[in-house]
């Protein structure tokens, strides 16, 4: 995606666009599962801190990162083939940025209502039960948080899952618009920033979305704006 942003060339094979599709649609399924891990994660450092060497033993993370990479496997594989079998349309442009399946569901010419079924409710399996069980996650750590009576000790846990929320904000705000009605006016209008938001935008600022609690993560941003503004002043 990247090379055909920046080069004058905007064509793809069709070999190519499937395979954009299959990786695109594994790192997405695995990316909502991870999400899950991560806040059952996070429910265990702060709603059962005392047991959590004992729950999130080595062996259960292996099993969780296997449950996250199975889940990706799955998602494309039931999802991207029928996708790739749709009969398309002979002028073969793909309106989007990326080969992702709500722009080749509107590339078609045949019946896609099994697709768009399809599509609804492996969203939701993937989206919405993954968020719903979040949430829940986060009803038990807020009501743990709440009865913490030092303020120290709030402030260590809200510093525990600010950078997951964050994430699954960007997140879930972008790919659930796009993923549950993929002929909707708005996800047509709107679908190909929201894309390029949660393709590009959003895993460019995971990395600094989650080391902003690292001491020297913070130590380097201060000295880099304190360098900058001495640098205007002078």
Same mark, same amino acid.
């Given at each position: 995606?990247?090379?055909?942003?920046?080069?004058?060339?905007?064509?793809?094979?069709?070999?190519? /666009?499937?395979?954009?599709?299959?990786?695109? +649609?594994?790192?997405?399924?695995?990316? /909502?599962?991870?999400?899950?891990? *991560?806040?059952?994660?996070?429910?265990?450092?702060?709603?059962?801190? +005392?047991?959590?060497?004992?729950?999130?033993?080595?062996?259960?993370?292996?099993?969780?990162?296997?449950? &996250?990479?199975?889940?990706?496997?799955?998602?494309?594989?039931? !999802?991207?083939?029928?996708? *790739?079998?749709?009969?398309?349309?002979?002028?073969?442009?793909?309106?989007?940025?990326?080969?992702? &399946?709500?722009?080749?569901?509107?590339?078609?010419?045949?019946?896609?209502?099994?697709?768009? +079924? !399809?599509?609804?409710?492996?969203? $939701?399996?993937?989206?919405?039960?993954?968020?719903?069980?979040?949430?829940? $996650?986060?009803?038990?750590?807020?009501?743990?948080?709440?009865?913490?009576?030092?303020?120290?000790?709030?402030?260590?846990?809200? !510093?525990?899952? $600010?950078?997951?929320?964050?994430?699954?904000?960007?997140?879930?705000?972008? &790919?659930?618009?796009?993923?549950?009605?993929?002929?909707?006016?708005?996800?047509?209008?709107?679908?190909?920033?929201?894309?390029?938001?949660?393709?590009?935008?959003?895993?460019?600022?995971?990395?600094?979305?989650?080391?902003?609690?690292?001491?020297?993560?913070?130590?380097?941003?201060?000295?880099?704006?304190?360098?900058?503004?001495?640098?205007? &002043?002078?």
């Amino acid at each position: 995606m990247l090379v055909h942003l920046r080069g004058p060339d905007k064509t793809i094979s069709y070999l190519g /666009c499937a395979v954009q599709l299959y990786i695109f +649609l594994g790192l997405g399924a695995a990316e /909502c599962v991870l999400l899950l891990v *991560m806040a059952f994660d996070r429910y265990v450092a702060v709603c059962r801190p +005392l047991h959590y060497t004992v729950i999130m033993q080595p062996h259960v993370c292996h099993k969780l990162a296997l449950l &996250v990479w199975a889940s990706g496997i799955f998602g494309t594989l039931v !999802q991207s083939p029928t996708t *790739m079998e749709l009969p398309f349309c002979h002028h073969h442009q793909v309106d989007d940025f990326v080969c992702e &399946v709500p722009a080749l569901i509107r590339l078609a010419c045949g019946d896609t209502h099994s697709n768009e +079924l !399809q599509i609804s409710v492996i969203g $939701s399996v993937f989206l919405m039960v993954p968020l719903l069980l979040i949430l829940i $996650s986060y009803g038990h750590i807020a009501r743990t948080v709440l009865a913490i009576q030092s303020h120290e000790g709030r402030r260590k846990a809200f !510093q525990t899952c $600010s950078s997951h929320l964050a994430v699954v904000f960007l997140f879930y705000c972008t &790919v659930t618009a796009v993923y549950i009605q993929p002929r909707s006016h708005f996800s047509q209008k709107g679908g190909k920033f929201l894309t390029l938001f949660y393709t590009v935008v959003t895993p460019t600022l995971n990395p600094l979305i989650y080391t902003l609690r690292n001491k020297d993560m913070k130590g380097a941003l201060k000295r880099l704006f304190g360098k900058d503004r001495t640098s205007n &002043v002078q």
